[in-house]
């Protein structure tokens, strides 16, 4: 095992991974950015060292200067969260010239996974159904000739990202031209890499995703999956599992396929493989997260598992710790993600001064985050604030102690979504399991949005 292991990353995800390697006695490095020279993973870090200033293409993003960090200090291994370089291939190449491992999955799966085209393929080898889709397009013309095959309305999206960026709707021949030169630009700026890919969309799709964990012996589970339908323009807003309304057998075999894809291309460490459902139960492959997830406590919850404990332990070279039969999922589990935003002002993220701070506690309940009265928000990065976390026996209890630790939780100094997700809990669509991936954007005003 590893004795001191470099944290690459910022925030609760920062502190979730300090925790974790305090658990198991690894000696922890954060790496923090001028922005975060107070926050909280630094105070607690064995070892800290600034990276460069605030806006993260000089710091959580800039190589050099992390490597450099890591021989510094001594890590031999590198621990790079989510976001930032934790999809980077580049980087976990770096990593390993410099003999540092990367705690993540082996950079070729990255390369094959981060091209959602090249995925795509990959996955329908693996046994994975598809929705009707294209090769990489870079011109209009490519893409208008792609589209009169596939027909309207379709979903364009970035070849070479994720996060949302590039994902457009069209659903007419004529806005065709207009949207795919704006999608390209975005995605130009966003991947350096303009190349977009074009798939048939479905109208009201849940979003389905598989947690999968493998070794670097051929070994490998899955751990159940998340509804991750409740979204903000493709940004998850609340998770849950197990999927409401999906048949014991679907989930069964999502999961089963999900893993034996996964080993096909010779998957290592925590990964998530990302589906739509249809309104008949036929699901599709969308993409796969070649990292933790920020959802990844709603499978611990369900499952007993540590997944970053899982993570350090498949890094260093040791076998997983479970084998499929070892898994039994219990119970329901839901993520809501606060987040410094302003839900009646269309989400616009906001900085400022945590004034009051009072996460809630009890039964079932859990709370990842980084705040304490005093923190500054910073203008720089992603704006997740905390992620509670609730579990009990049923999804109806769930959703009940859930209202009860919304209510509960206290952030003032800064707008946060937590009122939105209060009126989430009273939404009916979403009582009864069945909300869909554009309900925010077709319906948002039956929970007070303005959209």
């Keep these: 095992m590893f004795k001191k292991v470099l944290i690459a990353n910022r925030g609760e995800i920062a502190l979730r991974v300090l925790r974790a390697c305090r ?3 690894i000696g922890t490095v954060i790496a923090y ?3 975060d020279r107070d926050s909280l993973p630094v105070q607690l870090a064995d070892e800290r060292i600034c990276i460069g200033p605030g806006p993260s293409s000089k710091s959580y993003l800039h190589i050099p200067n992390i490597i450099s960090a890591a021989v510094l200090h001594g ?8 976001g930032f370089l934790s999809e980077n291939p580049t980087f976990a190449e770096i990593c390993k010239d410099c003999d540092i491992t990367f705690i993540g ?5 990255m390369v094959q996974m981060g091209d959602k085209v090249q995925a795509r393929e990959a996955m329908q080898r693996g046994g994975l159904p598809m929705l009707p889709g294209t090769d990489v397009l870079r011109s209009v013309g490519d893409g208008v000739a792609a589209a009169a095959r596939i027909g309207f309305p379709l979903m364009l ?6 996060g949302g960026r590039g994902i457009r709707l069209v659903r007419r021949a004529e806005e065709f031209d207009h949207v795919f030169t704006t999608a390209q630009s975005e995605v130009r700026e966003a991947f350096h890499d303009d190349g977009l890919y074009v798939e048939k969309y479905l109208g009201r799709a849940k979003h389905v995703e598989v947690q999968v964990l493998c070794d670097n012996k051929g070994n490998g589970v899955h751990l159940g999956e998340r509804n991750c339908s409740v979204q903000r323009r493709h940004q998850k807003l609340i998770e849950e599992s197990p999927s409401p309304g999906l048949p014991a057998a679907l ?4 999961g089963e396929r999900a893993i034996a894809a996964a080993l096909a291309i010779g998957y290592q460490s925590v990964g998530t493989l990302e589906f739509l459902v249809d309104e008949d139960n036929n699901y599709y492959f969308m993409e796969m997260n070649t990292r933790l997830q920020v959802e990844h406590p709603v499978t611990e919850w369900r499952t007993g598992l540590d997944l970053v404990r899982e993570q350090l332990r498949v890094a260093s070279g040791e076998p997983l710790s479970v084998t499929q039969a070892d898994i039994h999922l219990n119970g329901h589990a839901i993520e809501f993600r606060i987040t410094a935003e302003d839900p009646d002002f269309d989400f616009r993220p906001q900085t400022g001064v945590i004034e009051r701070y ?8 859990r709370v990842d985050s980084h705040l304490y009265v005093g923190y500054e928000v910073p203008p720089h990065y992603d704006s997740l604030l905390s992620k509670l976390i609730v579990w009990a026996p049923t999804r109806e209890e769930a959703i ?17 979504t937590i009122p939105f997700h209060l009126r989430m809990l009273e939404n009916e669509t979403f009582l009864r399991g069945e909300i869909y991936t554009n309900f925010l954007a077709e319906r948002g005003e039956e929970v007070g949005l303005n959209s």
């Design 23 to 25: 658990e198991m006695g």
């Design 33 to 35: 950015s001028e922005a």
């Design 75 to 82: 890590c031999e291994a590198i621990h790079p969260g989510y």
């Design 105 to 109: 999955p082996p950079p070729a799966a």
């Design 157 to 162: 999206k970035a070849a070479a990202g994720g």
């Design 251 to 254: 989930r069964r075999e999502m």
């Design 358 to 365: 009072l996460p809630p506690s009890g039964p079932g309940t």
């Design 400 to 416: 009940a102690r859930g209202r009860r630790a919304l209510n509960e939780f206290v952030i003032e100094g800064v707008p946060t």
